[in-house]
């Protein structure tokens, strides 16, 4: 087995040639296990499981060999449901994610972009 330097070993091969082939635009999503991974990827993204591996240890990963666009927000979370903004619901991720991404020297703003 050939071990490249500098690699963190969670990522996959499969996910360096993914990353490798990414460019302007487009986007890369990790998600938990409630996300509809297999039904979206029937259209044409391609899934690329990480069993086991947290997002947050994956996203610094990723981080070390992969620059942010800077053109748009580089970074989005999907937003909570009224009910649970209503409720007063607070993310604590969200906010790990943010200084994941400001040490990885991204311009991350002080919330990260949500999605509806």
């Given amino acids: 087995m050939v071990i490249l330097k500098g ?3 969670i990522l996959t091969p499969e996910l360096l040639y993914v990353l490798a082939r990414m460019g302007h635009g487009d986007e890369l ?10 039904s979206i990827c029937k259209c044409g993204p391609a899934e690329i499981r990480a069993d086991g591996v947290g997002i947050p240890e994956l996203l610094k990963a990723i981080m070390k060999l992969f620059p942010l666009d800077t053109y748009d927000d580089p970074a989005a979370v999907m937003d ?12 604590p ?3 790990q994610y943010s200084a994941l991404l400001k040490q990885a020297g991204s311009d991350v703003r002080s919330n990260i972009h949500k999605m509806p």
Avoid: Y
């Avoid at 999503?29 to 297999?38: E, R, S």
């Fill in 93 to 95: 991720i969200w906010d």
């Fill in 7 to 9: 690699i963190p070993s």
């Fill in 80 to 91: 909570l449901v009224q009910s649970d903004k209503l409720k007063g619901l607070e993310v």
């Fill in 29 to 38: 999503v990790l998600a938990d296990a409630n996300f509809p991974t297999a």
